[in-house]
């Protein structure tokens, strides 16, 4: 049995088959998410089970500065701060 491409979702043979991210490919359909770049298995970067060119590629600094409990904390309290309510604490 011939997979489906994780990009087209028409069946991928073998001779034109990348096995990558855990899911098969036609090779002209890996390609970067963004810039669509053709890749190969040398030079992709997996973000997400799906394909990135380097200069693409999710940098992981991003979301960690986005996403620590502190970050998000000052993140609602500047909303709260930015919000005028008649009762500041009924949510809390
Ligand atoms: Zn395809
Ligand atoms: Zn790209």
């Not at 028409?10 to 890749?39: A, Q, R, S």
């Not at 409990?69 to 000052?74: D, G, K, Q, V």
Request: hydrophobic share 25%.
């Amino acid at each position: 049995m011939n997979p489906p491409c994780a990009r087209c979702g028409k069946i991928v043979y073998p001779t034109e088959k990348v096995n990558c991210l855990d899911k098969y490919w036609h090779k002209g359909c890996f390609h970067c998410e963004v810039c669509k770049m053709t890749l190969n298995m040398k030079n992709y970067k997996g973000y997400e089970k799906k394909p990135y060119c380097s200069a693409h590629y999710p940098k992981t600094s991003f979301t960690i500065v986005a996403d620590t409990p502190e970050n998000l904390r000052l993140k609602q309290q500047s909303e709260l701060q930015s919000q005028v309510k008649p009762h500041p604490h009924a949510a809390l």
